[in-house]
């Protein structure tokens, strides 16, 4: 049922109410409820797996680790915002000796009001009503109203009720976290004046869309968009020769997870001509078994997407074929590096589903040239042998991506403190990660005070707050 005009305006009242009290809650007190919420996702999991299986057709032991995964950001967000060096308390001493006269500034970070979340499709729980989006927003101190996923809207509207339940009974304000659905009802949310930022994860096209929505507003908000990415992996001569079927396999295994639908998916992967790479790919292609996507309009793409491909002049296909009927099989193709540089717009193509693009290069010179072609990306990954020259080549990759592997494969974004999932256009509309504890940056904004009473100071920026929290004063960090 779509959300109307009139619903949608009670909703944003409601999250406007209880924006000053999100802003002004305790450390211990926001903690809490971050918790209470993950407790609440994990007594339900039983109710709420099945529920998501049965629309997103991702199996229960997927969506079982999904909800470990979500409940667990939750929890990372409740210690980050115990710790509190996400807040950047700055304390300069006034100094009148100084020319010209210095004041006392003191300098934080706050919440910005309330956020627009749009969940996505391919990771219902851990990206969707009480994902990554949602759960830094709050532990910013930000409610939030959610724009459900079309793709699983039974699962969105019990995952919202049992987390907004679940903070009001541990403290929280009424519309601390609420939901809206249809296109119409997202489209007004990121244009309501009372929304100060919003978090997507979705196609560029949907992305791009509500991204100038948000920044054509009267007041322009911050829009954190994930949106596409073909996460290029580059393979060396050496690499290929010490280790080429361990790679293979490892790359087989990654864009084939979750039937080729990661954001993280190695879609081109750049090989050296005339090794045995290719053949130990098509060898284990026919042995990985296809499944259904997501969606049926998720389904009607990726054949259309082979088909693209297929259609230069310059790709064959090494392995597998192009899907037929509802279960998309995986497809590896093939091009040169000469063809990607002069086609990116073509070859570099993100496509949702269990397919790879494997380019041929014969020099550096070749690689570097169709490297510059690629598009702004979550990750890159670099596989190489001690002692190979690969400087430029990571500088290149580096330049394109947040995240740099040098063993491993991308699939699988680890929550911590130090991961950075995000990267140039058209991996994301901003330079921020929406995963792992700096994700909390994109909701918050600086406000420095000065001359400021003690007691009319926030509470983290008081002198008997700072004694227990880091900070830096006059330049010099400071470590409880």
Request: glycine share 8%; proline share 7%; with cysteine.
């Amino acid at each position: 049922m779509n959300t109307t005009l009139d619903e949608l305006n009670e909703t944003v009242a409601a999250a406007a109410s209880a924006a000053p009290i999100w802003a002004r809650s305790t450390a211990s007190d926001r903690a809490a409820w971050l918790r209470a919420a993950a407790d609440a996702l994990d007594a339900a999991s039983d109710e709420l797996v099945p529920i998501a299986d049965r629309e997103t057709r991702l199996g229960e032991a997927r969506l079982r680790g999904e909800v470990g995964r979500t409940t667990g950001q939750l929890r990372l967000f409740a210690t980050v915002v115990e710790e509190g060096s996400y807040l950047e308390l700055t304390v300069d001493d006034a100094d009148p000796a100084a020319t010209p006269p210095r004041p006392e500034l003191r300098r934080m970070l706050v919440p910005v009001g309330p956020v627009a979340v749009f969940s996505a499709s391919n990771f219902p729980f851990a990206f969707s009503v009480a994902g990554g989006d949602t759960a830094s927003a709050l532990a910013s101190g930000a409610p939030v109203i959610v724009k459900a996923h079309s793709g699983h809207i039974e699962l969105s509207r019990r995952t919202a009720e049992i987390v907004a339940d679940a903070l009001v009974a541990a403290g929280a304000p009424v519309g601390s976290l609420a939901l809206v659905e249809g296109r119409e009802a997202g489209n007004a949310l990121v244009q309501h004046p009372v929304i100060q930022a919003a978090g997507f994860t979705g196609s560029l096209s949907g992305g791009r869309a509500l991204f100038d929505l948000a920044t054509g507003r009267p007041d322009p908000i911050p829009f954190y968009g994930e949106l596409g990415s073909v996460n290029p992996v580059v393979i060396t001569p050496a690499a290929a020769s010490a280790r080429g079927e361990d790679l293979a396999g490892g790359l087989v295994a990654s864009f084939t997870l979750g039937v080729g639908q990661f954001c993280t998916k190695p879609g081109v992967v750049f090989i050296p001509e005339g090794t045995e790479f290719e053949a130990s790919v098509a060898a284990l292609v026919p042995a990985s078994h296809g499944g259904v996507l997501l969606t049926d309009r998720i389904t009607a793409a990726f054949p259309s997407g082979i088909d693209a491909l297929l259609a230069d002049a310059s790709v064959e296909i090494v392995a597998g074929s192009v899907s037929d009927g509802e279960v998309a099989q995986p497809i590896v193709v093939v091009t040169d590096a000469a063809a990607v540089a002069e086609r990116p717009e073509l070859l570099l193509e993100e496509v949702f589903g269990p397919v790879t693009v494997l380019v041929r290069y014969s020099s550096d010179e070749e690689l570097h040239a169709a490297l510059r072609a690629v598009p702004g990306s979550l990750t890159a990954t670099l596989h190489s042998e001690p002692g190979e020259e690969v400087e430029e080549t990571l500088d290149l990759l580096q330049a394109r991506a947040g995240r740099v592997l040098f063993a491993g494969w991308p699939t699988g974004v680890a929550v911590t403190w130090s991961q950075q999932h995000g990267g140039p256009w058209p991996a994301t509309t901003s330079l921020f990660t929406s995963v792992g504890a700096t994700a909390i940056r994109r909701f918050l904004r600086p406000v420095a005070y000065q001359s400021a009473p003690d007691a009319l100071l926030p509470l983290p920026l008081r002198d008997a707050s700072l004694a227990h929290l880091p900070h830096r004063l006059n330049g010099v960090l400071q470590v409880p």
